[in-house]
């Protein structure tokens, strides 16, 4: 079980930070995942972390740069910190966590475990 926390309404420029909280059977995830999905468009990758590697990460190349994402095993939960936040940023975003794991891990099919989503607006 996920649930994702920390969407709303900003500015461009702004910077948000999301929160997963996963229960349940977590000695089974490997992985977390973030993706997205904008208005009228496909859920697509934002970015990923290795439960046990905290330098094993993956991003998108829009997103390169200004959003960081991490984890804390302690608290069972993922984070994406979101900066310099752009319109285009606009989406549905879903956490998402994997029962294995390989670098780079970024399709969606490799995910068994999903978020609600929580929206993310950012306005001019």
């Known amino acids: 079980h996920l649930v994702e926390s920390g969407g709303g309404l900003v500015q461009a420029g702004d910077s948000l930070r999301l929160s997963c909280v996963t229960s349940?059977?977590?000695?089974?995830?490997?992985?977390y995942g973030w993706f997205r999905q904008p208005p009228g468009k496909e859920r697509e990758f934002v970015a990923s972390?290795?439960?046990?590697?905290?330098?094993?990460?993956s991003y998108t190349n829009s997103v390169k740069g200004r959003f960081i994402v991490s984890r804390d095993n302690d608290k069972n939960t993922a984070y994406l910190q979101m900066n310099s936040l752009k319109p285009e940023d606009t989406a549905i975003y879903y956490c998402?966590?994997?029962?294995?794991?390989?670098?780079?891990?970024?399709?969606?099919?490799?995910?068994?475990?999903w978020g609600q989503g929580t929206q993310v607006t950012v306005s001019l």
């Open positions: 972390i290795a439960k046990y590697d905290s330098t094993d990460t």
């Open positions: 998402a966590a994997s029962a294995f794991w390989t670098a780079g891990l970024s399709e969606r099919d490799s995910f068994a475990y």
């Open positions: 349940g059977r977590t000695s089974n995830i490997y992985g």
